[in-house]
C-alpha cells in the first residue's frame, strides 16, 4: 500500500504543474503576439523609410526645394558644367563668386561637387550661360563700381607734431 505522504506529494506536484502550465502557455500566448506586431511595426517601418528615400530622390539634396513655375524650364546643376562654364569665360573662381553673388569657397565646393547651391543661386548660374567673355568683364566692373568704398570723412590724418 502506498504511502499517503508520498501519494501527497505526487498529487500537490501534479496540481502545481498544472497551475503553472496554465499560467506559462497565457504568457506564451501573449509574447507571440507582441512578437507578431513588434515584426508588423518593423515592415512598417522600413515601408516608410523606403518611401521617405524614394521621395529624397526625387527632391534632391535641398531638402525643401521648391517645384519650378511651370512657366519656367527645369535646370540642372553638374558641377563639371560650372567649372568648364567658368573657364569658358576665363573668370577665376572670386571673379565668378561675385558675379553670382556667393564666396569663392562657395564656387569650389559647387566645382569639386561637396556642396550644391540653392535653386535661387542655380537660376543666376543659367543666367550666366548664355553671357559671353566681354559681358562678363562688363558686369564685374560694374559690379567693382558699385561696390567701391567710399572715403569717409572719419579717416583724417593727424596732423604731424
Do not use: C, D
Not at 25 to 36: F, L, P
Not at 63 to 69: D, E, I, S, T
Not at 104 to 113: D, R, T
Not at 147 to 157: G, H, I, L
Amino acid at each position: 500500500m502506498p504511502n499517503i505522504g508520498a501519494l501527497l506529494k505526487q498529487e500537490i506536484t501534479r496540481l502545481s504543474r498544472r497551475e503553472i502550465r496554465g499560467q506559462v502557455q497565457a504568457t506564451k500566448k501573449a509574447s507571440a503576439q507582441y512578437r507578431r506586431h513588434i515584426a508588423a511595426l518593423r515592415r512598417q517601418i522600413g515601408a516608410l523609410e523606403r518611401q521617405v528615400a524614394s521621395l529624397q530622390r526625387r527632391v534632391g539634396h535641398n531638402g525643401a526645394a521648391a517645384p519650378p513655375a511651370e512657366g519656367t524650364p527645369k535646370v540642372r546643376f553638374v558641377a563639371k558644367g560650372l567649372k568648364s562654364q567658368r573657364a569658358r569665360l576665363g573668370l577665376s573662381a572670386g571673379e565668378y563668386a561675385k558675379l553670382v553673388g556667393v564666396s569663392p569657397q562657395s564656387i569650389y565646393n559647387w566645382e569639386q561637387g561637396q556642396t550644391s547651391p540653392r535653386p535661387a543661386q542655380i537660376a543666376i548660374i543659367a543666367q550666366l550661360r548664355g553671357v559671353g567673355k566681354r559681358e562678363a568683364k562688363s558686369r564685374l566692373e560694374q559690379l567693382g563700381a558699385e561696390r567701391a568704398p567710399k572715403k569717409s570723412a572719419s579717416k583724417r590724418r593727424r596732423p604731424v607734431e
